[in-house]
């Protein structure tokens, strides 16, 4: 089955790190560019971050620019975000989106994981 | 880096036809064809159904159309079924990132 898996969500406190972990299967990673999109609770979706197939080229939204990171493992069929300096305003369900360079849709979801900053 | 214009709510009933509109600026939509419309049921992650401004991914209905027009980009949904009441998202490439509208709630 052609599936992304978000993991590494929790509670963590104002100025703190997490690092999110998005498993792809069912299709060749490699292939395709990666997102992370995040959306808060009872707000709409925000592109939070791309990463190309090879990991060579990255983008990020004004908001987390220098706080957060993406990564990603092809052989671990993987991608990764790490954050840190973590503010109230990051809490948000957090997706893994694929998408291709031909169309620049996201055309597979995750079922997302949560991320609430709180002391 | 600010967010596409939708309305936030839009309604129609049973077999009706119901239009969403999406506006950004000369940066986003009205530069690139890469507009995309996602459709969100509570609790549920995001699916595409509209990208490249009109078409249809594999498996959606062809009920779903789009088009763009300047810096506007719509979603018509015809034939409306109870399914369709959803919360529908645009988004637009804008060169160095994307873009999100802050959503339309459909109510069917």
């Known amino acids: 089955e052609v599936q992304l898996v978000e993991s590494g969500g929790g509670l963590v406190q104002p100025g703190g790190s997490l690092r999110l972990s998005c498993a792809a299967s069912?299709?060749?990673?490699?292939?395709?560019?990666m997102n992370w999109v995040r959306q808060a609770p009872g707000k709409g979706l925000e592109w939070v971050s791309y990463i190309s197939e090879t990991g060579s080229g990255k983008l990020y939204a004004d908001s987390v620019r220098g706080r957060f990171i993406i990564s990603r493992d092809n052989a671990k069929n993987s991608v990764y975000l790490q954050m840190n300096s973590l503010r109230a305003e990051d809490t948000a369900v957090y997706y893994c989106?694929?998408?291709?360079?031909?169309?620049?849709?996201?055309?597979?979801w995750g079922q997302g994981t949560m991320v609430t900053v709180s002391s | 880096q600010s967010a596409l214009t939708q309305p936030p709510s839009a309604s129609g009933s049973l077999g009706q036809s119901v239009t969403i509109s999406c506006t950004g600026t000369?940066?986003?939509?009205?530069?690139?064809?890469?507009v995309s419309w996602y459709q969100q049921h509570p609790g549920k992650a995001p699916k595409l159904m509209i990208y490249?401004?009109?078409n249809r991914p594999s498996g959606v209905p062809d009920r779903f159309s789009g088009s763009k027009s300047g810096n506007t980009a719509s979603l018509t949904v015809s034939g409306l079924q109870a399914e369709d009441e959803a919360d529908y998202y645009c988004?637009?490439?804008?060169?160095?990132?994307?873009?999100f509208g802050g959503g339309t709630k459909l109510t069917v």
């Open positions: 000369s940066s986003d939509v009205g530069a690139y064809n890469y």
């Open positions: 069912g299709f060749t990673l490699s292939r395709y560019e």
């Open positions: 989106a694929r998408d291709t360079a031909a169309t620049d849709a996201f055309d597979l």
């Open positions: 988004s637009s490439f804008a060169g160095s990132n994307w873009v």
């Open positions: 490249e401004v009109s």
